[in-house]
């Protein structure tokens, strides 16, 4: 059972460039989300799903896209990609609103 | 205004201590979680232990429980016996209301690092 697999670990982008962070999870999980962590700071919330065809928008959802096609998978795209979107960005996934969320590895994205 | 607010940024402990980090909270939803998660410096998000809003009881999870006090709107994370593996970022994060979505809301986190 591998859990929430995100890829790549490591990113390095020019400005400007596109590029799709994925996310997959095995656990049939309806709710799936996708953070960024910035030194100092907790997880922001970028764009959440709640099940296959259903997305929404969080706190910091400019220059992101997503879109949810199957329920174990949850991609991030960056559009045109800017130095302010140099972070640490995380997928997670739950079952239920009143379970905890599980967490991918985490994927170092540097845009130059 | 901030909906979580986590005041230390960074704690001492001796090992084998307890030790509370503070987490307060900011919501006029009657119904929310409340969840701590722990970040080690491999940078993986660790789950440790969950509070709704009608529970009666203080959460507990093996040496983790979870101080809720409703009207001070605090939920604090009591550690006991700590150990030198327990250092670590500790993030306090809320889900409001009911409906279907999973939003969680992190507080800034409290880097504790636990003497031997």
């Known amino acids: 059972n591998a859990g929430v697999t995100q890829t790549p670990k490591f990113q390095v982008l020019k400005t400007g460039q596109s590029m799709t962070l994925q996310c997959a999870q095995d656990m049939n999980h309806e709710y799936m989300s996708w953070y960024r962590q910035d030194p100092g700071m907790g997880l922001r919330l970028i764009h959440y799903s709640v099940g296959a065809g259903i997305t929404d928008q969080g706190e910091v959802p400019n220059g992101y896209n997503v879109s949810r096609s199957t329920t174990e998978d949850f991609p991030l795209r960056l559009l045109s990609a800017a130095p302010s979107q140099t972070s640490v960005y995380f997928c997670a996934s739950s079952y239920s609103t009143v379970t905890e969320a599980f967490f991918g590895q985490g994927t170092r994205l540097t845009v130059v | 205004a901030q909906k979580i607010t986590q005041t230390q940024p960074g704690m001492f402990v001796q090992e084998k201590e307890a030790v509370t980090l503070d987490c307060t909270y900011d919501?006029?939803?009657?119904?929310?979680?409340l969840f701590w998660y722990k970040q080690p410096s491999s940078g993986e998000m660790i789950f440790l232990i969950y509070?709704?809003?009608?529970?009666?009881q203080n959460a507990t999870e093996g040496r983790y429980s979870l101080n809720f006090q409703k009207a001070r709107k605090s939920a604090n994370l009591v550690i006991s016996a700590s150990q030198l593996g327990d250092s670590a970022m500790y993030f306090c994060a809320m889900r409001e209301g009911e409906d279907s979505s999973y939003k969680l809301i992190f507080g800034s986190g409290t880097r504790l690092l636990v003497r031997p």
């Open positions: 509070q709704g809003s009608y529970d009666q």
């Open positions: 919501t006029s939803d009657p119904s929310y979680g």
